[in-house]
């Protein structure tokens, strides 16, 4: 393992200044706003305040706050963060981001997970966090062959956790660190205590699972079934056909770059609970590393797992670990808990948040961090061999009502 620290050559943002400076902008269907992808207006704001505005050297900055490693593991590179506790018994916890994420990700959820204590917290609930970048990802750089599912990122993970010394283990994801997570878990239990998801997609495997769903679960199931007639899930499938394609047009233009990735925190959040410059530090890092198109390819090499329509889901053994599940209001699809419950009957916690869309641990860290520390808690009990209740709450009722778009 060598320490990493990131330092983008000047010459590669006086590139990106100038690719902004020069864009060739397409014409819009007047007054149609967000229904037909990202409007002009908003993509010129929001690209003129990326090239005159938004500091990468400040972001590159906080990156290099926490330590950095590469290592090769089944001939990829793999880039993490390894940020350990002062808390000696802390509990090692494996954070893994999908796309359009990034390590970055993370960076405001690590210093709540490491040092409670610093936050008003108990220091009993401290973790040692790692948060890789799956390879195709950010300075993970692209796989070096085909074949990098969700199962060889899983295995390189749980050898990433024995190289570093970690026996026993959580792991959380979100987005495709959901699969990957939960891929691990069903692969290593020996060592991977439990697994936490802030994002589970439960489409019905057939009229059964249907049966007792109440109002709440059908617009739920509703709005999941939408993500595929109303055209949301053409990213999906673009990138899990024809990624190599696409990979032209996002590494070459960075207003294309932006564009992509944007239109996915628009839909997938509240709208403003990720600052520009949250959202810039995560586009870059696709741009200066130039894997839009490496990191598309995981969609190609999982796509039979992806949600289609046109066939009935991947429906996974029964988890050996126990699980958490995070619902957050604004994200893009909200988990059906009675489909759940039959897939997946070692979920111990289960919690609905108000706030918070599909990347919590930028939007709402704080909640994020509070489920986490419950999560790991209801482990503990459980290798103690004391009572764990069953899918209840990790934190109280919100005051207003989990909304359902």
């Known amino acids: 393992m060598q320490p990493f620290r990131i330092a983008i050559p000047q010459e590669d943002l006086d590139d990106l200044h100038r690719r902004l400076a020069d864009v060739r902008w397409p014409a819009e269907v007047p007054g149609v706003g967000w229904a037909r992808g990202v409007p002009v207006e908003y993509l010129r704001e929001l690209a003129e305040y990326w090239r005159t505005g938004f500091d990468w050297r400040a972001a590159e900055e906080r990156l290099n706050r926490f330590p950095q490693f590469l290592t090769e593991i089944d ?133 059964e699972e249907l049966e007792g769903l109440d109002e709440a679960d059908l617009a739920r199931l509703a709005y999941l079934a939408a993500f595929e007639t109303t055209g949301r899930a053409g990213y999906m499938k673009i990138q899990s056909t024809r990624p190599q394609t696409l990979a032209y047009g996002l590494t070459d233009s960075p207003v294309g770059q932006l564009a992509w990735i944007a239109e996915k925190f628009q839909d997938w959040t509240s709208g403003d609970s990720v600052s520009r410059d949250q959202l810039l530090t995560n586009v870059s890092l696709y741009w200066l590393t130039a894997t839009a198109g490496s990191s598309a390819q995981l969609y190609y090499e999982m796509a039979d797992l992806l949600p289609d329509a046109s066939r009935p889901p991947v429906v996974a053994p029964p988890l050996p670990v126990p699980l958490a599940v995070a619902a957050f209001a604004h994200d893009g699809s909200l988990p059906i808990r009675r489909i759940a419950e039959r897939r997946f009957p070692n979920i111990v916690q289960w919690s609905e948040f108000a706030e918070g869309g599909h990347f919590p641990a930028l939007e709402v860290p704080e909640l994020l961090a509070g489920d986490l520390r419950s999560f790991a808690r209801a482990v503990r009990a459980r290798q103690k061999g004391a009572a764990t209740p069953t899918a209840t709450p990790a934190t109280p009722p919100a005051a207003e009502p989990v909304e359902i778009r």
């Open 75 to 207: 001939g990829a590179t793999v880039h993490f963060l390894h940020v350990r506790s002062p808390e000696p018994d802390a509990t090692p916890l494996v954070l893994t981001h999908g796309w359009p994420g990034s390590v970055a990700e993370y960076l405001d959820v690590i210093e709540l997970l490491t040092d409670p204590r610093s936050h008003g917290g108990d220091p009993a609930d401290a973790f040692h966090v790692v948060v890789p970048a799956p390879p195709g990802f950010g300075f993970s750089g692209p796989a070096p062959e085909s074949g990098w599912d969700v199962t060889r990122i899983a295995r390189a993970w749980t050898e990433l956790m024995r190289r570093l010394g970690y026996e026993r283990y959580l792991a959380h994801g979100g987005d495709l660190g959901v699969w990957i997570s939960l891929t691990a878990a069903a692969l290593d239990p020996e060592h991977l205590a439990g697994a936490h998801v802030s994002f589970l997609l439960t489409p019905p495997a057939g009229p």
